[in-house]
């Protein structure tokens, strides 16, 4: 059962919170709506679900895991609180935590300005926000954290408290890239002007797949910060993907040549210029291969940009609880319902200090290579060596030369799945000890085999275990992974 209520924050706005709650503690759900947001009695629009009492609260929906519909949590949904309002000049913006990033990119587009967001347009901003943000411009504009002014939070208590650098720096500092402190319901930040640019696509045959890998680490990350890049290992081939941000075809040219990849006989390799932005952000959908005139990528780009609060597909036989589903242009046709996969994720950043072999990328190329086409195997490898300093809780901003992420898809098929698993275990087991436990907190993993909370925040764990403890010292907003008010298991923390 649902405890529904709406709230608007203007004569002209109104958003819904839909919110699953256990009855022992909806009250709690219901002071914070009235006090923080409401500012009148809506218990008349409360339906009170079940007496078992609930653990932990969130708002966010977690990749992969799901650990924001665990069992005897209180779930929030805020993805109807999705509003998108630019400054006059839209150098600013203020945007609804629920907003998906779809929804983001499509009513700024005709402003001229953007966020430097990701590519996936079903993510929540809430969420994303709280790992950090990378995207695929980062390399010269930094996380997405790093354009944030100001943050709207709801805490445990049920007040609102707006945060910033001037305004409780330490939980401004916290909820960019730090996990969860509260319901982050607003966001403020600088927008920014991405200018025309020039994109490559390569694709690489099977049998040269262990060359390319080895060629694009050897060079992707160490090019001019405005080149963003990703190679897509899967088990049969090899695929490259580049936006250098404001350049032109000859000067993309001129730095793919000297990577080699061009070299690797049966390559196929498109370079194309005079690309819009949302000719650029079609290309990590794989939704083409080349730019085409900014009329056709924008028809291309509401297919999956264009999206409903709900960006996700239905389940099957599962009853669903949806209203508005008015897409973000609604003169537009709708984005197509981002699909829903069962998978196996493992995470690592490859550190400077620590970079791949020619070993390593051997081994993974090989044992990849072996595996049946029913599992999917996939490994994206995006290069980071960001050229802006951090200024949030994100901890490898400073030392990530590339992210590493392995899946494969789970079976019902119960030897798939144990080849898959083991597949995972055995990578895992091999990586680990040569290039560390550094991982990104957006792609959770429950059965991470080292510390989840160092391999997520490093070193930044002990000062941000004092921030819960000052503004969540009950540790109401949780998953399993999340840090709480005291230091966690294999931590030690000195008193601060």
């Known amino acids: 059962m649902l405890l529904i209520a709406s709230f608007g924050i203007s004569a002209l706005l109104f958003f819904p919170l839909i919110a699953a709650a256990p009855s022992k503690r ?39 895991e799901n650990w924001s519909a665990l069992t005897g949590t209180l779930v929030v949904d805020v993805s109807h609180i999705d509003y998108v309002k630019a400054s006059t000049n839209a150098t600013t913006v203020t945007i609804g935590a629920g907003a998906r990033l779809g ?82 319901v607003e966001v403020t930040m600088n927008t920014v002007s991405i200018p025309r640019s020039a994109m490559v696509w390569m694709n690489f045959t099977r049998d040269s797949t262990q060359e390319a890998t080895q060629k694009y680490l050897d060079w992707a990350s160490k090019q001019d910060p405005r080149f963003n890049s990703q190679l897509n290992l899967h088990s049969d081939y090899a695929g490259v993907l580049g936006w250098y941000v404001g350049k032109t075809v000859r000067e993309l040219t001129d730095i793919v040549t000297t990577s080699g990849l061009m070299d690797i006989p049966g390559a196929q390799i498109k370079i ?14 794989y939704t083409q291969t080349e730019c085409t005139d900014d009329t056709t990528a924008h028809e291309n780009f509401n297919t999956w940009y264009n999206v409903v609060p709900d960006a996700l597909a239905p389940i099957a036989d599962v009853q669903n609880f949806a209203f508005d589903d008015v897409p973000a242009l609604p003169d537009q046709p709708k984005a197509t319902p981002w699909p829903r996969i069962a998978l196996i994720n493992k995470t690592y950043f490859i550190r400077k200090s620590k970079p791949v072999t020619p070993a390593m990328v051997k081994y993974i190329t090989e044992r990849s290579g072996a595996l049946p086409a029913e599992l999917e195997f996939w490994v994206e490898m995006t290069s980071f060596n960001i050229s802006v300093p951090a200024t949030s809780s994100f901890p490898w901003q400073n030392e990530a030369e590339y992210l590493f992420r392995f899946q494969v898809r789970r079976s019902d098929d119960p030897k798939l799945e144990a080849i898959g698993q083991q597949f995972m275990n055995d990578l895992d087991a091999y990586l680990v000890p040569r290039i560390g436990t550094a991982s990104y907190a957006g792609y959770i993993d429950s059965s991470i085999s080292s510390n989840p909370y160092t391999a997520y925040w490093g070193d930044n764990v002990c000062g941000l275990v004092a921030i819960k403890q000052r503004y969540d010292p009950q540790n109401v907003f949780s998953n399993p992974f999340s840090l709480g008010p005291t230091p966690p298991r294999g931590v030690q923390c000195r008193e601060q």
């Open 26 to 64: 909806a009250t709690a759900l219901v002071t914070c709506a009235r006090e923080a947001l409401l500012k009148e009695n809506v218990d008349q629009r409360i339906i009170m679900p079940s007496e078992a009492e609930y653990k932990a609260a969130s708002s966010g929906a977690i990749l992969f």
């Open 103 to 184: 929804t983001i990119y499509s009513l700024l587009s005709p402003t001229g300005r953007t966020v430097n967001g990701g590519i996936c347009p079903s993510v929540g901003l809430g969420g994303y926000l709280g790992a950090g943000g990378y995207n695929m411009q980062m390399r010269y504009l930094g996380m997405i954290v790093d354009h944030i002014t100001s943050v709207r939070v709801v805490l445990a208590d049920g007040s609102l408290i707006t945060v910033s650098s001037t305004a409780h720096p330490d939980l401004f500092y916290a909820v960019r890239g730090g996990g969860l402190y509260g319901f982050v």
């Open 272 to 285: 194309t210029g005079n690309c819009s932005t949302e000719n650029s952000r079609n290309f990590w959908l």
